[in-house]
């Protein structure tokens, strides 16, 4: 199974993709950036797609969730992950040696406060997690090290000069399981709806009315502006509920008051 993941090998995106696919066989297909994973999935680079789409410090990726609707891609799960950033550097570094740090943005200032003991380390930030360590391991300098997963600091060589260096202990990120085509289902108790309301007062408070006369739990809502339509949004809801007839009686009634209205994906919750 071919499964493209934002990043190279070795990147928490991978992390994910064997968390959610255990033992099966898979050939990673790398994409720098996710506007890459999306097309490789929708032109048939790849069979599946892993893609982050929100973390428990950094928030919602609101583009990530316009390139799956605009690349017409299905939601078929969710992998939640805690995050764990580890330094890695080349054999023979230690916390002494290194003067360059190398990491995406979002993993240095996970890590900071880690480095208010070590005032002489410089942190630079850089495209992705798994890259960093793969160029700290090809310059085998004892100044530099990088900040990633485990798996990537396994797969280039390098040791762990420090373990779980992340100040928040409850770092997790939400990804999607990404599939070209809708996915059948035995069940499920989640989806994710993609709607513009009609621009009248009321819209929005129907809108919620009938969540509640369904009894389906909004557990998540975004709002995205539209280039050339002030003021009129497009909302993403993810929705919990107990029997798939209830989403469907809610797509039904949600129809009338909607200029487009887009199922995304319908799958199982996963709850860490």
Known sequence: MKIAIQGIAGAFHEEAARLRFGDQQLEI??????????????????????MAIENTISGTIQPNLELIREHNLWISGEVIMRIRQHLGGVPGSSLQSIRKVYSHYMALNQCRPFFEAYPAVELIESED???????????????????????????????????????????????????????????????????????????????????QEQRIQLSKIESITIPGRPWLYRYYLDLRFEAEEQLDELLQALAPITESLHLMGKYTANRK
């Open 29 to 50: 297909v790398p994409c720098l950036t996710f506007r890459e994973l999306a097309a490789a999935l929708a032109t048939g680079l790849a069979d599946k797609g892993i």
């Open 129 to 211: 997690t798994a890259l960093s360590i793969r160029d700290v391991a090809e310059a085998g300098s004892t100044e530099l090290a990088a900040i990633g997963s485990s798996l990537a600091i396994a797969q280039h060589g390098l040791i762990v000069l420090g373990e779980g260096i992340e100040a928040s202990k409850q770092n997790y990120t939400r990804f999607l399981v990404l599939d070209r085509q809708p996915q059948p289902v035995t069940s499920c108790n989640k989806a994710t709806l993609s709607l513009v309301l009609l621009p009248h007062p009321e819209a929005f408070t129907q809108a919620m009315a009938l969540l």
